[in-house]
């Protein structure tokens, strides 16, 4: 192998997806996330598929990118849990991943904070980032 024959089509994907710096704007953004799901409904079922070292890549620039233009809003936690139960319409008996009942009103009523096996149960169940439920 030559250095050509890795260059020239790394120049198309560059032109193509701009990857010779950070994602520029918020139309760069939607376009990478469009290519992202385009690969993940062609080749999904074929987890293997050289394309997913490049999602992988992607992947990257993306998570930059909606750290700075998406940043997960100033909540507290407890606010946030509060909200996630409305939204999936669960309950406070619903939260095993917090404890009993009674636990879980001390968290949403301010009396106690969340600990870490908790915190990252709740990432986990709600597919969230851990950060968002530290304090």
Not at 38 to 65: K, Q
Request: include cysteine; aromatic fraction near 8%; charge should be negative.
């Amino acid at each position: 192998m030559n250095i050509m024959e890795v260059v020239a089509p790394w120049e198309g994907i560059n032109k193509a997806l701009g990857l010779s710096g950070p994602i520029r704007d918020e139309a760069h953004y939607e376009a990478l996330l469009s290519f992202v799901e385009e690969c993940f409904d062609r080749f999904g079922s074929d987890e293997h598929h050289p394309v997913f070292s490049l999602v992988d890549m992607l992947a990257e620039r993306i998570e930059e990118y909606e750290r700075k233009a998406h940043p997960w809003p100033q909540i507290a936690p407890r606010e946030l849990l509060a909200q996630l139960m409305i939204e999936h319409h669960i309950s406070q008996k619903d939260l095993p991943e917090i404890g009993p009942q009674s636990l879980v009103s001390a968290v949403l009523a301010g009396k106690r904070k969340l600990n870490l096996r908790q915190v990252k149960a709740l990432a986990k169940r709600f597919s969230l980032p851990m950060e968002t439920f530290a304090e």
